[in-house]
């Protein structure tokens, strides 16, 4: 009896031991894009522990930061900084020291914080919530979690409050608010000391897409990143988030600078690490006017590095890594998208999804056709990702005939989509113009050749008309006096498939043609008055048919880039545009994320920050994932 029962205690126990080893292996080697930095030499750099008190609680020490801070632009590198919105002190006479980002009346010391920010953000700088007040409580405590900047937020010892996902919400929402109050938009989470509970994680994840911490339970942060594309559940459903590790951790003194650098030499991961700017406050000095009284500027005293020759911790940092043939990114380099949003699509009998600005807010807004109706869904595509989404409204109650084919283009350059139908069969071409909460009743603009296809809004010298493709010839179809102008130019590659983009900085769009039959690239600018230019072949482009083509510019550089997505594995790929028909895949790839049957690929600029975002809508389950895009149109620099 006892042997059986240790048998099947061994059995339990190996079972368990065998389920936990493949858990871990999955998280840590299995799946696609698994090491996106491996042996690229990327480099990243965070500013850790950043706010307004403790080590910048005056205004030498704002001085000194902003010295600091503008060191780190002058170098032309991407940064980071992890933002504590609230610090709080006790100090030795027994009173409360606090200050906040989110303070009514910011006084100036508060009021210069949030300025140093605001250039950093507009310079190069990324900013993250590195909690609420990186601290707990308002009376003492022997392992001084009292102080911010020292203490625990989350999971602190003996206080059962700090492990609840409700009390991580809370706080999360509480460090959101204090950015949008100063209009800062933070990238990324980073809990304090990487403290918190599973479940709190969950949560956060959930309220942003990316964990600037390592995933304590993949082996993978030892090296790279960790991505999941599941469902985060707390709140509103959103899919998938991305951990970024820190595993070349920080810096403390002189040796620490050589310890890292040296595993520089040998790492072939992604080079990560954080650094407190006060480490660098010995290495300045005052910046003096000719009366010998302290410069000041903006209501803060000026600094600057000493000129006797010793190289601060920072410099050695940065020139070191630049030495060993790094490249210091931002984490929108790494990460080229970042998760976000999910819109349910009603599901009674949806037809079509456009994308498009029909409300004339500068973001994209989700447009369902149905069977005799036309819906629209409002966006609200900023973070918090956990946000609820607005309800679809009735905008038209028409039917469309199957033959009809429905797209959003603003025709009468009001700034808002209008809802525009054209029929294969008939060539009927019907517009239903936008207006403040409705499409209004369809008109008939005239007659177009039957059979187009291709057809796409286009923007052409004197507005937004239309192109499309008749057998071998591209026509433009423009809105002239209420008529129809159409003109008829150039003959296609044999068997071509037509997407439009401004794939050369002149205001205007062009054709990127795709050959089915030799799968050859090619563009056509165009010259105006109707015409193009004639086809100029790209070559370095490969797309094989399970990745589908979709044109956007997710880096907000006015040029439109090439994003491959293959649903079936969730990665998307971004070719950038260099001009001169050259394209260049970035080097990470994003994802995995929304991959799946039944899965299609769109991109619009849903934030309305100016830069291409990516979605994927899941035919099966009606629902739209968003993931945006925050990228800059920047070099990074190193090798």
């Not at 031991?17 to 299995?30: C, H, K, P, R």
């Not at 054209?422 to 517009?431: A, E, H, I, M, P």
């Not at 008829?488 to 795709?514: A, H, M, N, W």
């Amino acid at each position: 009896m006892k042997k059986r029962l240790w048998k099947r205690l061994g059995l339990i126990v190996s079972t368990a031991i065998i389920g936990a080893v493949v858990y871990i292996l999955q998280l840590t080697y299995i799946g696609e894009n698994t090491f996106p930095n491996l042996n690229k030499h990327h480099a990243i750099i965070r500013l850790e522990d950043v706010g307004p008190g403790g080590d910048y609680a005056s205004q030498e020490d704002l001085g000194k930061l902003r010295a600091v801070v503008r060191y780190i632009e002058s170098e032309r590198i991407p940064f980071h900084i992890t933002v504590i919105p609230r610090m709080k002190k006790l100090e030795s006479d027994g009173t409360w020291q606090e200050r906040g980002i989110d303070d009514p009346s910011p006084d100036p010391l508060v009021t210069a914080f949030i300025n140093i920010l605001k250039e950093a953000a507009q310079k190069g700088g990324v900013l993250g919530m590195h909690g609420y007040t990186h601290q707990y409580g308002d009376t003492v405590r022997e392992d001084e979690s009292h102080h911010s900047g020292i203490g625990n937020e989350f999971h602190v010892k003996g206080v059962p409050e700090t492990k609840k996902t409700s009390y991580a919400a809370e706080r999360i929402s509480l460090s959101l608010a204090a950015f949008e109050k100063n209009g800062l938009q933070p990238a990324f989470w980073e809990s304090p000391h990487y403290r918190n509970t599973r479940e709190q994680e969950k949560v956060f994840r959930s309220y942003i897409g990316i964990l600037y911490q390592p995933d304590m339970y993949s082996l993978r942060s030892l090296k790279d990143m960790n991505v999941y594309d599941t469902i985060n559940t707390y709140g509103q459903n959103s899919l998938g988030s991305i951990y970024v590790p820190a595993p070349f951790k920080y810096v403390t003194d002189s040796k620490s600078v050589n310890q890292i650098l040296s595993k520089a030499e040998k790492e072939d991961g992604l080079a990560s690490l954080y650094y407190h700017p006060f480490l660098e406050f010995p290495f300045l000095e005052p910046v003096l006017e000719p009366d010998g009284k302290m410069q000041v500027k903006d209501g803060l005293p000026v600094y600057k590095y000493k000129e006797d020759g010793t190289k601060s911790y920072l410099h050695q940092l940065v020139h070191g890594f630049l030495e060993e043939g790094y490249r210091w990114m931002s984490i929108h380099d790494i990460v080229p998208f970042t998760p976000a949003h999910r819109i349910k699509v009603p599901t009674s009998v949806t037809q079509q999804l456009l994308i498009g600005d029909v409300f004339g807010k500068g973001h994209e807004d989700v447009v369902v056709r149905e069977e005799h109706r036309i819906l629209v869904i409002p966006g609200t595509y900023k973070w918090p990702r956990n946000r609820p989404q607005n309800e679809a409204e009735i905008w038209l109650k028409e039917s469309f005939v199957d033959e009809e084919q429905l797209l959003l283009a603003d025709l009468n350059q009001d700034g808002k989509a209008d809802l525009v139908a054209y029929n294969k069969n008939s060539g009927d071409l019907r517009v239903s113009w936008a207006n403040t909460s409705h499409f209004m009743e369809p008109v008939l603009l005239g007659k177009l050749p039957v059979n187009l296809s291709s057809l796409n809004p286009f923007q052409y010298e004197g507005g937004t008309g239309l192109l499309a493709q008749n057998k071998e010839r591209i026509q433009v179809i423009r809105i002239v006096n209420n008529q129809l102008s159409i003109n008829v130019d150039t003959y296609l590659p044999e068997e071509s498939t037509l997407y439009i983009g401004r794939f050369q900085d002149k205001g205007f769009d062009g054709i990127l043609c795709v050959s089915a039959k030799n799968r050859s690239f090619s563009i056509l600018h165009y010259k105006g008055d109707g015409k193009f230019t004639n086809p100029h072949l790209i070559k370095g482009i490969d797309v094989t048919p399970k990745e589908q083509l979709l044109v956007g510019d997710p880096n907000g550089d006015g040029k439109s880039d090439l994003i491959l997505y293959t649903p079936k594995t969730g990665v998307w790929q971004v070719y950038e545009n260099e001009g001169n028909q050259q394209f260049k895949l970035i080097e990470n790839d994003f994802g995995p994320w929304a991959g799946g049957k039944g899965r299609v690929g769109v991109v619009a600029d849903f934030d309305g920050n100016g830069k291409t975002d990516i979605g994927s809508y899941d035919e099966t389950r009606y629902v739209l994932d968003i993931a945006l895009s925050f990228r800059e149109d920047r070099p990074s620099r190193g090798k």
